[in-house]
C-alpha cells in the first residue's frame, strides 16, 4: 500500500480544489456567454389600401426593448410611431422612405423599405352639396346640356353617380362593392366610388336604387331614393361677358325658375375648375346677383359658370348621418374683360 507523505497529500488537495475552482470558473464563464443578450435584428412588411392606407407588421427578432417607426412624411401621430405593428395613411402621393428601430440593451438595429403611394385618378368632389353633420355621401346627378344659340332646346343628358364614405379622421373609406340602378361604381384610389355615363343612353329618371356591401364601421346599405325628385332645371342664360371698367353687377340666372329643389347653387370657377365665388338659393328661384365686392375675385380671363340644384334625403347607420341627393346640372362660359 503506497502511503503518501502528508506534505504531498495536501498538494494533492491543493490541486483538486484548483482545478475544481478552474472547472467551475470556466463552466460558469461559458453559462454567461451562451445566455448573453443579443442585438435585435429589425424587420417589417406591408400591404396597401386605396386612400394612401399601408398595414404594417413587425417580423423584426431578438428581444425588443424600444421600438420606433418613422414613415417618412412627418404626420405620423405618436401612437404610430411606438406601435409594435401600426397602420398609416399617407396624405400625399409620393415615394417614403420607412424605417424601424428596434433596440435592446446590447445594441439597436434599423431597417428601411421605399413605400410608393400613387395619386391616382381623384374623384373631382368640389362642387357637391356637404352638410356639416355627414359621414357620408350618395351622389346622384344629371347633367343637361342645352343648346348654346337656342337655350330652350336640350341636347344631351349624362349622369354621374359618386359616393364618399368617410372615418372619424374625416378621410375615404372603402364600403365593399356599391352599385346604383344596377350600375356598378369603381373604386377610386382614393377610396371614393364613382360612375359617369357618356352619353344619354344612361341617366336618372326618378327611381334611384342605392346598394352598398358595408365595411368600416358602416352596415350593408340599401336605399330606394322616393320622398325627393329631380329638381327641374333650364339652360344658363346669363350673359357670356363681363366688362370689369364698366358693369358693377353680374346677374347668373338659368331661363326658368327652378322647381323642386331643396337648395341651388350658383358658382363661378375657374377652368380647371377652382371655385371662385358661389352663392346659394332655396328652390324656385331662376338666379342670384353678384355685386361688385363679390367681382373684385375676378381676374381677366375665362371662367365656367354652374348651376347645382337639389333636393336629398338623410339616413343614419350606426349613428352616422348619411346623406342621398338627387342633382340636376348644367354649365356655361363665362369671359371678364
Given at each position: 500500500m503506497l502511503i503518501l507523505h502528508p506534505i504531498m497529500s495536501q498538494l494533492n488537495s491543493v490541486i483538486k480544489v484548483k482545478y475544481s475552482f478552474l472547472f467551475c470558473v470556466g463552466f460558469l464563464s461559458l453559462a454567461l456567454f451562451s445566455c448573453?443578450?443579443?442585438?435585435?435584428?429589425?424587420?417589417?412588411?406591408?400591404?396597401?389600401?386605396?386612400g394612401g392606407i399601408v398595414h404594417f407588421t413587425n417580423t423584426s427578432a431578438g428581444e425588443i426593448t424600444k421600438l420606433e417607426w418613422d414613415f417618412g412624411d412627418n404626420s405620423a401621430i405618436v401612437d404610430e410611431i411606438t406601435a409594435t405593428s401600426p397602420t398609416h395613411r399617407f396624405l400625399t402621393g409620393g415615394t417614403f422612405n420607412v424605417s424601424l428601430?428596434?433596440?435592446?440593451?446590447?445594441?439597436?438595429?434599423?431597417?428601411?423599405?421605399?413605400?410608393?403611394?400613387?395619386?391616382?385618378?381623384?374623384?373631382?368632389?368640389?362642387?357637391?352639396?356637404?352638410?356639416?353633420?355627414?359621414?357620408?355621401?350618395?351622389?346622384?346627378?344629371?347633367?343637361f346640356e342645352f343648346d348654346p344659340i337656342t337655350p330652350g332646346v336640350l341636347t344631351n343628358i349624362k349622369a354621374s353617380a359618386l359616393v364618399t364614405m368617410y372615418d372619424i379622421t374625416n378621410f375615404l373609406v372603402a364600403v365593399g362593392a356599391v352599385n346604383v340602378n344596377g350600375q356598378n361604381l369603381a373604386n377610386n384610389s382614393d377610396n371614393s366610388y364613382s360612375y359617369h355615363s357618356e352619353d344619354s343612353s344612361w341617366y336618372f329618371n326618378e327611381g334611384v336604387r342605392w346598394s352598398a356591401e358595408g365595411g368600416n364601421d358602416f352596415p350593408t346599405i340599401v336605399e330606394n331614393i322616393g320622398s325627393v325628385e329631380f329638381p327641374d332645371i333650364s339652360a344658363i342664360v346669363s350673359p357670356k361677358a363681363f366688362v370689369k371698367s364698366i358693369d358693377t353687377?353680374?346677374?347668373?340666372?338659368?331661363?326658368?325658375?327652378i322647381l323642386l329643389a331643396d337648395s341651388v347653387k350658383f358658382r363661378i370657377e375657374t377652368t380647371d375648375g377652382i371655385l371662385i365665388i358661389e352663392k346659394r338659393t332655396s328652390g324656385g328661384f331662376s338666379g342670384v346677383a353678384f355685386d361688385?365686392?363679390?367681382?373684385?375675385?375676378?381676374?381677366?380671363?375665362?371662367?365656367?359658370?354652374?348651376?347645382?340644384?337639389?333636393?336629398?334625403?338623410?339616413?343614419?347607420?350606426?349613428?352616422?348621418?348619411v346623406y342621398f341627393t338627387k342633382e340636376s346640372y348644367t354649365e356655361s362660359t363665362l369671359t371678364v374683360r
Open positions: 448573453k443578450q443579443k442585438p435585435p435584428r429589425a424587420s417589417f412588411v406591408f400591404v396597401q389600401e386605396n428601430t428596434v433596440e435592446n440593451g446590447e445594441g439597436t438595429d434599423t431597417y428601411s423599405e421605399d413605400v410608393t403611394i400613387e395619386s391616382g385618378d381623384r374623384e373631382p368632389i368640389e362642387d357637391y352639396p356637404t352638410f356639416s353633420d355627414a359621414e357620408g355621401y350618395f351622389y346622384a346627378r344629371n347633367r353687377v353680374y346677374n347668373m340666372r338659368v331661363k326658368d325658375p361688385q365686392t363679390e367681382l373684385l375675385k375676378l381676374t381677366k380671363g375665362d371662367y365656367i359658370t354652374k348651376v347645382i340644384a337639389f333636393s336629398y334625403e338623410r339616413h343614419v347607420y350606426n349613428f352616422k348621418p
